[in-house]
Nanobody, 128 residues
Framework: QVQLVESGGGLVQPGGSLRLSCAAS????????IGWFRQAPGKEREGISC????????MYAGSVKGRSAISRDKAKNTVYLQMTSVRPDDAGVYYC?????????????????????WGQGTQVTVSS
């Protein structure tokens, strides 16, 4: 059974940085993508970044591109999302999810559909 556990959320000052972790277990296919999503109050959930085991490809949404980095520690089965220059509109609940079907596992321009197993989320609050 696939399980994803997020951690690293909390209170961040504007302009600060955050590092979120997604510990994964039970993923059996060779190719899969771990995606990071977030949902702010009153807004739809948006995909912000992903990383694939297929060629280690990565993708970023425009809202975080240039100030975020996604990485994967294979030994720990953990994916990290590092974000700098945090803004108030970065606040929300951050989720990681896994996609094991094509084309979602490519983590490419096919978009953010296909992620079917989700973690419980971690809250990020941005305030001074």
């Amino acid at each position: 059974q696939v399980q994803l556990v997020e951690s690293g959320g909390g209170l961040v000052q504007p302009g600060g940085s955050l590092r979120l972790s997604c510990a994964a277990s039970g993923i059996t296919p060779e190719y899969y993508s771990i995606g990071w999503f977030r949902q702010a109050p009153g807004k739809e959930r948006e995909g912000i970044s992903c990383i694939s085991t297929f060629g280690e490809s990565t993708m970023y949404a425009g809202s975080v591109k240039g100030r975020s980095a996604i990485s994967r520690d294979k030994a720990k089965n953990t994916v990290y999302l590092q974000m700098t220059s945090v803004r108030p509109d970065d606040a929300g609940v951050y989720y990681c999810a896994v996609a094991t079907t094509w084309p979602a596992y490519l983590c490419s321009g096919s978009g953010w559909n296909g992620y079917d197993t989700w973690g419980q989320g971690t809250q990020v609050t941005v305030s001074s």
